[in-house]
């Protein structure tokens, strides 16, 4: 099992907003990650927030992380097509190791 | 460099089998990682290397799996006797150590033990 959580679908319409939400356990965390999987490849990395900020903004993408509550979102703004695929929430655990969620599976519709 | 690179893309194996996959991680990067991923789940950590010292393996890898970074560039994973168990996404990746750890993947070796 994950100690980190995440919703596993998240359908929404072209050039609206998709929100990805994610739930972690350890409050140690220095940093939270977002990653971007397509189908048969691996995964990219699409941003990071290191645990003393609130928010990180990256061209569409904004990171909000809330440390009381152990949340952190993703929004991406104006969602495309390309923008379908598996997203990954992670929390570096230790030194050398990054604990990942389930994975939410976000369609874009026409 | 254009990333990681793992090879092969795909293996179909026969259960008892031995399998080796191999990952060149981008050349400047010192840390290497191996993780595997089963369908609908999220990666999970297996071992890492620190130039050619593999310093941390999961209660996952079993002796039946072994890792090696003979010259701290490109790794190699061999799973012996394989078992359907084993059917999963095995993923390289690198990074430089300190600070942030930013991993980058490959985009993996789809194993699957028939």
């Known amino acids: 099992g994950e100690d980190v959580e995440q919703s596993l679908f998240l359908s929404v319409r072209e050039g609206d907003s998709s929100v990805i939400n994610c739930t972690y356990t350890d409050s140690s965390s220095t940093y939270l990650y977002w990653y971007k999987q397509e189908p048969g490849a691996g995964l990219q990395l699409l941003t990071y927030?290191?645990?003393?900020?609130d928010m990180k903004q990256d061209q569409r993408l904004t990171v909000l992380l809330n440390k009381k509550d152990k949340h952190l979102s993703l929004r991406i703004a104006d969602t495309q097509t390309g923008d379908s695929a598996i997203y990954f929430c992670a929390e570096k655990e230790a030194d050398y190791k990054l604990s990942f969620g389930a994975g939410t599976t976000v369609t874009v519709r026409a | 460099d254009t990333g990681v690179s793992q090879d092969p893309r795909h293996k179909i194996t026969k259960r008892g089998q031995n399998v080796t996959f191999r990952c060149d991680p981008i050349s400047e990067h010192n840390r290497l990682y191996w993780y595997r991923q089963t369908l609908g789940q999220g990666p999970e950590f297996l071992t890492y290397f620190q130039n050619e010292a593999q310093l941390e393996k999961s209660r996952l890898l079993s002796d039946r799996f072994s890792a090696e970074r003979p010259k701290g560039s490109f790794s190699t994973l061999e799973i012996q006797r394989t078992e359907q168990g084993d059917s999963a996404m095995y993923l390289c990746a690198s990074s430089l150590d300190g600070g942030n750890e930013k991993l980058f993947f490959g985009s993996g070796t789809q194993l699957s033990v028939l």
């Open positions: 927030i290191f645990s003393n900020m």
